[in-house]
């Protein structure tokens, strides 16, 4: 018996299906699928969402001096005239970053293996407004405090009955 099923597809096919609709379970909070794309999905979710549980506090907190352009009211960069010159004014400031210890590190990498990336856009202008969301992120800081004291059982499963087209059974896969 195999460990895992091959949804009718090659293995590329399938990695690509599940990664998207894993993404898309994490982004979004629930999706609509089959029955058995959904217990493949909640496999993988269920894994990372506890990779994030066990690593969501164990980073470094590190205080930073970093360089930033000066901006004017419009928010456009401050230049001045240097030996001929335009050159951009910057001014230090001092931020607070999180530093991964080596074992979160790890489980960001593993996380980010599973992932695709997720762009946000709002609908006014297409290319304009376009928002990077780090999914791997997302994880740490909302979902594995959400399930922190939660002992596995992160996602629900729940059949709606069977599709038109061909019969196939479809659930609603969602966070608990």
């Not at 493949?40 to 894994?47: G, L, S, W």
């Amino acid at each position: 018996m195999a460990g895992y099923r091959k949804l009718g597809r090659t293995s590329s096919q399938r990695k690509a299906l599940l990664r998207n609709q894993v993404t898309n379970l994490l982004y979004h909070g629930k999706i609509r699928t089959t029955e058995q794309k959904a217990k493949e999905v909640r496999k993988i979710a269920e894994k990372l969402i506890t990779l994030a549980v066990k690593e969501k506090d164990n980073f470094t907190e590190v205080t930073v001096k970093s360089k930033v352009a000066r901006k004017d009211a419009n928010g456009k960069r401050v230049k001045e005239v240097v030996n001929g010159k335009k050159v951009t004014v910057f001014d230090e400031v001092e931020k607070t970053i999180k530093k991964d210890n080596p074992s979160r590190l790890h489980a960001r990498r593993q996380m980010l293996k599973v992932l695709y990336p997720v762009t946000e856009t709002s609908d006014v202008k297409k290319r304009r407004n376009t928002k990077k969301v780090d999914m791997v992120e997302k994880l740490f800081n909302d979902i594995a405090p959400k399930y922190a004291d939660r002992n596995g059982g992160y996602t629900r499963i729940i059949k709606i009955g069977p599709r038109k087209g061909d019969g196939a059974e479809e659930v609603i896969i969602e966070l608990v």
